[in-house]
Structure formats: C-alpha cells, structure tokens
C-alpha cells in the first residue's frame, strides 16, 4: 500500500513515525507535501520517505491519501486533488470537517474513511476513532482499521461521538501529562529531583493505565484496593476530592467538547 500525505504537521509526522516504526509500511511507500518546504523536506530526508513537490504528485503516487491539513485549507487542497482522486481511498484526520462535506468537496463515489487519532501512535500507544463512507468496501475498511491499529488501539463511532471522543482521547494526554507534571512538582516539593520525580509520577500512572484496561474491575474498585481503612490514600483521595478533583476533570472536558463545537 502507498500512502501519501498532504500536510505534514504535528500529527502527520506522529503518525507517519509510528507506521514506520510498526513496519506498518516501508519508508519508500510513504510520500508527503505541505506548503513549507523547508520542514517537509527535511523531515523526508531524515525519515527516508518520499517527499513531492506537490498534492497533486502526492496523489498520483499513492493508493491512499491522508489530509493532514488545517480546516481552513482542506477545501481548497480537495478543489486541488479532486480530479486526480477517482481512483484512490482518501482518509482524513481534518478536525470538524463531516464525511457529509468530504463527499461534497472530493467526490460522492470516492470511498473515504474519517480518522481521529490522538498523538500517542507516534510510539504505537495511541488511541484512534474511525468512521467511513458507504463507498469503503468492507475489505479496505477492514485493511484501514488495521493500519491504525498498528498505532494502538481504534474505536468505530459514529460522527457524533467524535466530539466527546476527541475530548477523551485527543485532548487528555495534555491533561495526563499535566497530572504527571503536577505529581513531579510534588515530589521535588519533597526532596526528589525534577527527572527522579517525573520518572515515577509516569510509571505509576502508565501501570495504573495497564492496569485498568488489562483487569475485569472498575476504576472504583481498584482505587479500594490500594485504599486500606484510615490510610494515607484514603486522606489524599479526601483531600483533592475537598478541592475539586472530579469537577475539575468534568468542567475541563466540558469546555474541550464545548471549544470543539464552536470550531466544528
């Protein structure tokens, strides 16, 4: 399979390293372009794909096409492409932007899938929402759901889950890495290093994740395990509960999702 990629920003570069990494597909299968030269070509060279010296190369040399462009820019890179994608799969991972309107824009014969990953499948940990057109046969559904899966994992939803979807998953490794950072500061509050205390904040908080996805209990039911009567988790759990801790995390998903919708 030949992809290509039309924009190559921050997660077009996440996930055209992590299909490489996976061995998903091979560097030289791989072609992008975007309006800067000066960073695309350099990121070709130092990740051996192909780089084009335009879309519409892009397209001509590629089964699949990924746009990886801003919204404002997608309508007028598929006025662009339009007559040179009969033939090809276009997959986009353009925020806000309906399958409705791609079929409007490129063509409603051209079998299209809507990608949301987060930026995570750069290291094959990410987690990606997918919906496709009726013109995506079940085979190349199938083989696309594959190729994000060597990504991570990949959850089928329809389009008017993708807001709450992108708050959940695109949004909160921000949140996460905030946590992290926030448990990081504390420690050197304490007398660790910056980097000692980071370093522990992650690993905790990557083996309670393990732990939650790989176990049949509840989130609830773990926090009990490790919460004994009177103990030390149970008045810190009190504690941040006291200053907010949940509606924080509720109030802060509230205004992605209500951010989301404004740009959508």
Not at 108 to 134: F, H, S
Not at 160 to 182: E, H, K, M, N, R
């Amino acid at each position: 399979m030949k992809i290509g990629f039309i924009g190559v920003g921050a997660m077009a570069r996440a996930i055209i390293k992590g299909l490489l990494a996976s061995e998903a597909v091979s560097a030289e299968d791989v072609s992008i372009h975007s309006a800067h030269k000066g960073r695309y070509s350099k990121f070709a060279q130092d990740n051996s794909v192909v780089a084009c010296e335009s879309n519409i190369q892009v397209v001509q040399q590629s089964d699949v096409v990924v746009l990886a462009v801003t919204p404002d820019q997608a309508e007028l890179v598929l006025q662009e492409i339009r007559d040179e994608l009969t033939t090809k799969t276009l997959i986009s991972i353009v925020g806000g932007m309906s399958i409705n309107r791609l079929e409007e824009l490129a063509g409603y014969n051209l079998p299209i899938l809507r990608a949301l990953p987060n930026i995570n499948v750069e290291i094959m940990a990410g987690m990606t929402a997918l919906a496709a057109n009726d013109q995506l046969i079940e085979t190349s559904r199938k083989q696309l759901g594959e190729l994000f899966q060597s990504l991570g994992e990949i959850s089928w939803q329809p389009e008017t889950s993708f807001g709450i979807f992108s708050a959940l998953a695109g949004s909160s490794p921000a949140y996460v890495d905030f946590f992290i950072d926030s448990l990081s500061r504390v420690g050197v509050k304490y007398g660790l290093t910056k980097d000692a205390a980071t370093k522990i904040a992650a690993q905790a908080v990557q083996g309670s994740a393990k732990m939650v996805l790989q176990s049949s209990q509840t989130p609830f039911e773990l926090i009990d395990q490790v919460s004994s009567p009177g103990g030390s988790t149970v008045a810190g759990l009190l504690a941040m509960e006291e200053a907010g801790f949940m509606t924080a995390v509720v109030k802060g998903i509230d205004a992605t999702v209500k951010k989301d919708s404004q740009v959508d």
